[in-house]
């Protein structure tokens, strides 16, 4: 007795299609489309201004207080750029710089330190101490004015790059020490435990085996540090009076040109104070992004 079995091949066409386990389609869902949104608004808001000023900076008077304040400038007058440095533009982007550079710096150092023995040390008073971190987030900057004022005078910092830096760094650790204590917890502990029991030290595996895997992590915080101290006011307007910053020359550009019927000046000092911040995030955004979605994704 034979039996014979015919098997007919299924066109590719008619073929159902296979979807792994678990995984559905996104695409279109809810939180999708409203996050998108979001992010195309927001893009949107930051990105006109900009494109506005930099067209804004290569204007004449006239023609940014025109009938078309969005047309191109007829001539494009780069000396508005250079009139803009001889105003001090250039001494408040140089001290803006030393002070970002260090600030950034210091916030990084001590924040990744401070972090990683919260995130991976068990003491007594650990929780307590990381609870103070994160209260200084909620705690503004205007309240405490007066008396870091004094308490920067009685250093003799007022006015120094050194009394800004450290302003700076207190300031910027909070964020930094809670958001470093989320991204060092995500990190894998046996590979801790294999570098001490190679012989490491607790400083050694922190430097050169902790530190490297949190780099993702590092550039994100760093990212929004820059941002933090690149933009602030309150802070140097009170604790540097003789050495001002970038936001303060703006503002004292901004009142000048008020008498002086200069405004294509003022938005090429703008301009050079947006640029930086605009070149940094370029460079690192797939680093920031990594970053971001790093904790949730290990």
Known sequence: MTLQIDVEGTRSEDAPKIQPAGLKDRSFSPVNVFSHTVLIGWSILVVVPFIWSLIASLKSTGEIFGDNPWALPKTLLWDNFTKAWDKGVGDYLGNSIVVVVFGVAGTMLFGSMVAYVLARYEFPGNRFIYYLFAAGMMFPTFLAIVPLFFVVKNFGMISTYQ????????????????????????????????????????????????????????????????????????????????????????????????????????????????????????????????????????
């Open 163 to 298: 009394g800004l830096i450290l302003v700076y760094i207190a300031y910027s650790l909070p964020f930094t020490v809670f958001f470093m204590h989320a991204f060092f917890r995500t990190l894998p502990t046996s590979i801790a435990e294999a570098a001490l029991v190679d012989g490491a030290s607790h400083a050694t595996t922190f430097f050169r085996v902790m530190l490297p895997m949190a780099k993702p992590g590092l550039l994100s915080v760093g990212i929004f540090n820059v941002l933090g101290q690149w933009n602030q006011f309150v802070l140097p307007s009170f604790l540097s009076p003789e050495k001002p910053v970038l936001s303060q020359g703006i503002a004292t550009l901004l009142g000048s040109q008020r008498y002086e019927n200069d405004w294509g000046t003022l938005f090429a000092a703008l301009t050079i104070a947006m640029v930086p911040v605009v070149v940094v995030y370029l460079v690192f955004y797939r680093q920031v992004q990594a970053g971001l979605t790093g904790a949730t994704l290990k």
